[in-house]
């Protein structure tokens, strides 16, 4: 039997949801289906962000998908397809303007810089890049949401900066 400072409540636009224990609401923030401004209650309280409830666990939920290795092979990959898509770009182009013993160092460097850009848009677009596509990745925030133009270019930018 559950007791009554177990019991929790959602809302889903007007409706509400519950009761549920504790651990069924952390399963489903790790699910998705509960995000960090959901309303919650519980029975005798008002209702709340869902953040704001200790009990709740959102902390477990952003460093649980960590995988460098992974994330490693994606970048690898995405920088891969973005290198072919450029040779291909640069081979169209006149072959006179380009001294053929700088062709590779011109095409890593502008691969490079359009590198954060490109994955700036994918990210704001679809909260992936074909490599994290491809090894089952995506980018969210606490909230489940893809992020805006703005952080997903930081992001970038802090990665090749930082790593």
Known sequence: ?????????????????????????????QKGELKLVTSVKRIGQEWNAAESFKELHFERLANSFARPWSRYWARGLDMLILGFLMGIFMSILPTISFNTRFYGFFLGIATLILAIPFEACLLTLWGTTPGKWILGISIRDLEGQKPKLRKAFQRSVLVWWRG
């Open 1 to 29: 039997m559950v007791q009554d400072d177990e019991k929790w409540f959602y809302k889903q636009g007007v409706q509400e949801n519950g009761p549920f224990t504790t651990e069924e609401m952390n399963n489903l923030i």
